[in-house]
């Protein structure tokens, strides 16, 4: 799991300010930075190292539509689905999987784990943040067998769902059919040696209009991103 370490709050807003749209693709929906919160570039270079667009696996290259968002199972064992950050809103958040259907309305959803918590800037800038606590009855493992899956995100203000796939989105939630990107997908990074964990990514999800893509910040093992 994540090291956390401790970053100036002033260091990672400087790096937000730097390199929020450095390197963005005019087809990519722009990253808003949050209201009082590190932004999300600040977050992904200085926690793990990671580049917002250089490392980004799901870029939307055509349309947002068209751009992957489902994992396949990369060897035995379980799948590991964990949120580590969570800096959206401060109400029951809920996580789980889904098998792809082509009527969306038939999607069937598993639901994971849900939470209650809300880290602030505060808890990054003191290196203290840790996983959110989950609720009793949540599990963070699960088998998908060899069939391709994706992810979703709820919480009980919107009452509704986004999707690792934007198609879902634009399909199943009428909220945010105009802005169906709501997951930047990267792949897992060690930042003490630099390396990239095989098998492993790092979701930035946004169940909002803003943007902000850490509302949620999740880490997935043991698939591969489907392209």
Not at 122 to 134: A, Q, R
Not at 180 to 192: G, W
């Amino acid at each position: 799991m994540t090291t956390w370490m401790r970053i100036p709050l002033m260091v990672l807003v400087a790096v937000g300010l730097l390199g929020a749209s450095a390197s963005q693709d005019p087809r990519q929906p722009k990253v808003q930075p949050g209201p009082s919160e590190p932004d999300w570039v600040a977050i992904l270079d200085g926690l793990y190292g990671l580049s917002m667009f250089g490392d980004l696996a799901n870029p939307v290259t055509t349309t947002a539509e068209a751009t992957p968002g489902t994992f396949r199972k990369a060897g035995p064992g379980p799948v590991t689905f964990t949120p580590v950050i969570a800096l959206g809103l401060d109400v029951p958040i809920h996580g789980g999987h889904y098998t792809p259907n082509a009527d969306a309305s038939k999607t069937a959803k598993v639901e994971l784990w849900s939470y209650r918590f809300k880290h602030t800037a505060k808890d990054i800038e003191s290196g203290k943040v840790t996983p959110p606590p989950l609720k009793d009855g949540s599990k963070t493992t699960f088998d998908p067998g060899d069939a391709p899956f994706g992810l979703w995100i709820g919480n009980d203000q919107f009452k509704d769902f986004v999707f690792s796939e934007p198609k879902m989105v634009k399909a199943a939630n009428p909220r945010l059919a105009a802005q169906p990107y709501k997951a930047m997908i990267y792949p897992y990074k060690d930042k003490a040696t630099g390396r990239v964990v095989p098998h492993s990514y790092l979701i930035g999800w946004e169940y909002s209009t803003n943007d902000d893509f850490q509302d949620v910040v999740c880490r997935i093992d043991n698939v591969e991103l489907v392209r």
